[in-house]
């Protein structure tokens, strides 16, 4: 199974971007990649996936590598809303659909 | 709004007993899951089912079962609860795999004691 490394934390201050990273290197060519975040005593809760290209939506911008070994969360305005651990996650297309998660990036937001 | 609800938030059980923990979707995926977590590991996949009557193992299968009769609902059952069993047990759906989402509910806080 492909999987996933993340940093155990990180830290930023309100109102700036906060960078996530996520490395990959042996992703398989129909895996998509996934970000979930999870704030404290609640179920994770869905950030944004990709395949391929560059990808935005209302919460983040996902950036993915060209040889898509890496990928990293971009949240553009870092709010103290925002603090939570940061899940990448790698998910199949076909099959048992096995998911891969990482330990996750601790994200903490200085005001 | 797509809601994943689980059967309780906290529950307490004797070592031995019989557990259930039931997860019900509203959104009519195919796929559901069932998820434990624990500090310092993460979140590991239990089992999962792509269809009524379907199950695949996860990593961590030992010790639990699982039931899916109808769409929309998927029960984990611990047939004996054992202490190591303490933990959140998480629930989630999606509609099709490799894309999209996964929806997760909020959880159940097992302790066995």
């Known amino acids: 199974d492909a999987k996933t490394t993340q940093p155990n934390s990180m830290e930023s201050n309100e109102e700036e971007p906060v960078h996530l990273p996520c490395n990959h290197s042996?992703?398989?060519?129909?895996?998509?990649i996934h970000w979930y975040r999870q704030l404290p005593s609640q179920g994770p809760e869905y950030v944004i996936h990709?395949?391929?290209s560059n990808v935005n939506n209302r919460m983040a911008s996902l950036a993915i590598a060209e040889d898509r070994k890496s990928s990293t969360l971009i949240l553009h305005r870092a709010t103290l809303r925002d603090a939570a651990v940061y899940y990448c996650?790698?998910?199949?297309?076909?099959?048992?659909?096995?998911?891969?998660f990482g330990q996750g990036t601790r994200l903490t937001i200085n005001p | 709004d797509v809601k994943v609800t689980q059967s309780s938030r906290y529950l307490v059980k004797r070592t031995g007993e019989k557990v259930f923990l039931e997860c019900v979707q509203d959104m009519d995926h195919e796929n559901m899951f069932w998820y434990r977590q624990d500090p310092g590991l993460g979140l590991r996949l239990i089992y999962f089912s792509y269809d009524v009557k379907m199950k695949e193992k996860g990593d961590i299968p030992e010790g639990y079962s699982v039931s899916r009769e109808k769409k929309e609902r998927f029960s984990l059952i611990l047939e004996s609860a054992s202490t190591n069993q303490t933990s959140m047990y998480l629930c989630?759906?999606?509609?099709?795999?490799?894309?999209?989402?996964?929806?997760f509910g909020p959880g159940t806080r097992l302790t066995v004691t």
């Open positions: 989630a759906s999606s509609q099709s795999a490799g894309r999209g989402e996964q929806y």
């Open positions: 042996t992703i398989s060519g129909t895996d998509y």
């Open positions: 990709g395949l391929t």
């Open positions: 996650i790698l998910r199949g297309i076909q099959g048992a659909q096995k998911l891969v």
